[in-house]
């Protein structure tokens, strides 16, 4: 089982739709969780971070955890095309640990 | 504040070579990590440095090595290349090291073996 898991997509949202985002993680002793985006070609830049059980809201993203279900998620409101890339969940412990990313391709 | 600046960012080397990348982190930052992306596997950790000791090692071959210099520098090295070392090289910088804190990337050396 890898540490962490996440649809590969591609998801396809309409603009101005909600695209939402999962992942689970199998380390119940995880502390922080990570969303980062990757645009083709290019390093993954940090979104946001999120501690604590319950959502964290940061302009047009949402985080979303729940450690009891082992289950981080990202709600981007008002989809923008420019929102299209890939968007890594990150777990970390002594390590980062990435999930493999889910596509997103919000349509015009 | 300058970010964290990788180089080379582009190259080419032949099986049976070796090659070192580069790693700068952001200032005041160090620890630095360093990641392997390829399309098939994602990203995975190589290996972390704080104030030059490493810190921590992922599932690499010991072909792949690294070290960090008192100025938190570092650098990252691949013997023997294998046409599976093609790949996209992360560094990344945290202010005290990974555990519990968010790192930030370098745009990455892209290494192509033939």
């Known amino acids: 089982q890898k540490e962490v898991e996440q649809n590969s997509g591609p998801l396809s949202v309409p603009e101005g739709a909600i695209a939402s985002l999962n992942c689970t993680y199998s380390?119940?002793?995880?502390?922080?969780f990570f969303w980062y985006r990757q645009y083709s070609g290019k390093s993954p830049e940090l979104i946001m971070f999120i501690y604590s059980n319950g959502d964290k809201e940061d302009g047009r993203f949402t985080a979303q955890l729940n450690k009891a279900s082992q289950y981080v998620s990202l709600l981007i409101r008002d989809s923008q095309p420019s929102d299209s890339a890939t968007y890594l969940c990150?777990?970390?412990?002594?390590?980062?640990?990435f999930g493999t990313g889910t596509s997103l391709t919000v349509i015009p | 504040k300058a970010g964290v600046t990788q180089t080379p960012r582009y190259l080419i080397k032949t099986r049976g070579q070796q090659v070192t990348l580069s790693c700068s982190p952001i200032?005041?930052?160090?620890?630095v990590s360093w990641y392997q992306q390829t399309p098939g596997q994602g990203l995975q950790f190589l290996f972390e440095?704080?104030?030059?000791?490493?810190?921590n090692k992922g599932n690499f071959p010991g072909r792949f090595s690294g070290r960090q210099f008192s100025n938190s520098r570092s650098e990252m090295n691949v013997s023997t290349l294998e046409l599976g070392d093609s790949a996209l090289y992360l560094c990344?910088?945290?202010?005290?090291?990974?555990?519990?804190?968010?790192?930030?990337f370098g745009e990455g050396s892209w290494l192509t073996v033939v």
């Open positions: 200032s005041g930052h160090r620890s």
């Open positions: 990344a910088s945290s202010l005290q090291g990974v555990y519990g804190n968010t790192i930030y």
């Open positions: 380390d119940r002793g995880s502390q922080s």
């Open positions: 440095y704080f104030s030059e000791t490493q810190r």
């Open positions: 990150a777990v970390n412990g002594n390590q980062f640990y």
